[in-house]
């Protein structure tokens, strides 16, 4: 592709203007999507974060369920950020029972698995195929990756013990105790757990724009 891609931000609800400032930033065209012919048109799509279950409501109100996961199944380039990563699993721990996704990603991720807001916290996060050490990363009611199937690649954990809150609060099994994981890939799909463009490192969004150009 010659001219800079387009990247769309879902904007039903959630944190949608602090990702369209880091993508102007990462030389693509970055806009807010939320009707069917918006989100038909770009080369790629933010889920931001917010609040998966009201954003499950949304994206069936304005009737553009379908579309999206037919367009992520087709290969679009998509990154979710904490509800987003939500939003792209295949399988929701504590979810709401009336909440779906788009089964983008072949992985169990626990909702709000960190703990409540006042759980909310700050850890670096050393991330596979990001260089300059690890980034800043900012969990605000976060998820954790439970499990992954075959083809997810892991790309970050936090340490054991980072977390306060939550079920690890209480838990010392496996997965707790070699971190739990907060960013992976699958293809053309990346999530993370934590919010990136709220630290204005622009590092995770020039990843999934680099995955954005790779497939134009
Ligand atoms: N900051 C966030 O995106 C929080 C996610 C929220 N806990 C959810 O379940 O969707």
Known sequence: MNADPTVGVLAL???????????????VIARPVRRREE???VDGLVLPGGESTTMSKLVDTFGVRDLIAARIADGLPAYGSCAGMIMLARTVLD????????????????????????DSFEAPVDLAGVEGGPVRAVFI??????????????????APGTATGGVDAAAADGAAASGRIVAIRQQRLLATSFHPELTGDLRVHRMFVEMVRAAA
């Open 13 to 27: 609800q959630g944190d949608v203007r602090e990702h369209l400032a880091a993508l102007a930033e990462c030389d």
């Open 39 to 41: 989100i038909a048109s």
């Open 141 to 158: 009611r976060a998820p954790w990756v439970e499990s992954v199937g075959a083809g997810v690649e892991v790309l970050g954990r936090v």
């Open 95 to 118: 979810g709401r029972p009336d909440q779906r996704g788009f089964d983008g990603i072949d992985m169990v991720v626990r909702r709000n698995a960190f703990g409540r807001q006042v």
